[in-house]
C-alpha cells in the first residue's frame, strides 16, 4: 500500500513569491493534517481536516497561508506571499476515521521549502 | 507554551549500549503518548506508544517507561546500534484524531 505522498520534495523561491504544496493521504484515510516542522524542532499542527472540512485551523497565519482539501481526498496548501521566516519543511499526514480510539498519524515524506 | 518538553537535544551512544531520552507534558487531559523516529529527508514514523493506564511498555529493545503523577515518561533503547541513528520525537494527544503535541526532538547518534 502506497503511504503519503507529498510533491514537490523540494521548493526554492524568492520571497513575496506565492508557493504551493500537493498532499496525497493513503487511500481510504478519512483525517488529513498539515505540519509545519521548522529545523531542530518538532512538528506542529498548521491545520486538520476530517473529510472535506476544515476542524482545525487555529494555528493557520491566515494572512498568507490557505488550505483545501476538494472532494475529501487531496490536499494543497499555499502560501502567498511567502516570506524567509516560512522556510521550513511542510510535512502532511493522514489517518483512519475518527473514532473513539488512538489513531496512528501517518507521515509523508514532506516538502521542504527555501525562500531566499 | 511549550505542552511537551523534552531531553536530551542530542545523544551519542556507543554501540551495544542504552539509549534513554526523556519527555514531561503538563496538560492532563493528554491520554496517549507516541514516540516517532525521524531519519533524515524521511517524515516521522511511528516507534511505539503508550496509554497511562499501564507504566511500561516494551517492544523489542524499545521500551517506554511512564510515570503518570509526574506526568514523565522515558524511551529507552537497548542495546543501540547505528541503525537507530536518528531523531526521535516524544508526542502527546487524546483519544480520536486529535493533532499530535511534538517535544523538540533528540538526535541520536550510535557510534561504533
Known amino acids: 500500500e502506497a503511504g503519503v505522498v507529498q510533491s514537490p520534495r523540494y521548493k526554492i523561491i524568492e520571497k513575496k513569491q506565492p508557493v504551493a504544496f500537493w498532499c496525497n493521504p493513503i487511500?481510504?484515510?478519512?483525517?488529513l493534517y498539515w505540519y509545519l516542522q521548522n529545523l531542530g524542532q518538532g512538528p506542529e499542527l498548521l491545520i486538520r481536516y476530517e473529510n472535506e472540512e476544515a476542524v482545525d485551523d487555529s494555528q493557520l497565519p491566515k494572512d498568507r497561508f490557505s488550505a483545501e482539501r476538494l472532494k475529501g481526498v487531496d490536499s494543497t496548501l499555499k502560501i502567498q506571499p511567502a516570506e524567509l521566516g516560512d522556510s521550513a519543511v511542510y510535512l502532511c499526514a493522514s489517518s483512519p476515521r475518527q473514532g473513539g480510539s488512538y489513531n496512528e498519524q501517518f507521515f509523508g515524506p514532506g516538502t521542504r521549502l527555501t525562500v531566499l | 507554551q511549550q505542552q511537551v518538553k523534552q531531553s536530551p537535544q542530542s545523544l551519542i551512544v556507543q554501540k551495544g549500549g542504552i539509549s534513554i531520552i526523556n519527555c514531561a507534558y503538563e496538560n492532563t487531559a493528554f491520554d496517549y503518548f507516541p514516540w516517532y523516529q525521524q531519519f533524515p529527508g524521511k517524515g516521522p514514523a511511528l516507534l511505539i506508544a503508550?496509554?497511562?493506564?499501564?507504566s511500561e511498555k516494551k517492544e523489542g529493545r524499545f521500551t517506554i517507561s511512564f510515570n503518570k503523577s509526574a506526568k514523565q515518561f522515558s524511551l529507552h533503547i537497548m542495546d543501540s546500534q547505528p541503525g537507530d541513528s536518528a531523531t526521535y520525537f516524544c508526542a502527546a494527544t487524546r483519544k480520536g484524531n486529535t493533532p499530535l503535541v511534538f517535544g523538540k526532538g533528540t538526535r541520536l547518534s550510535v557510534i561504533a
Open positions: 503508550i496509554r497511562p493506564d499501564v
Open positions: 487511500s481510504g484515510h478519512n483525517t
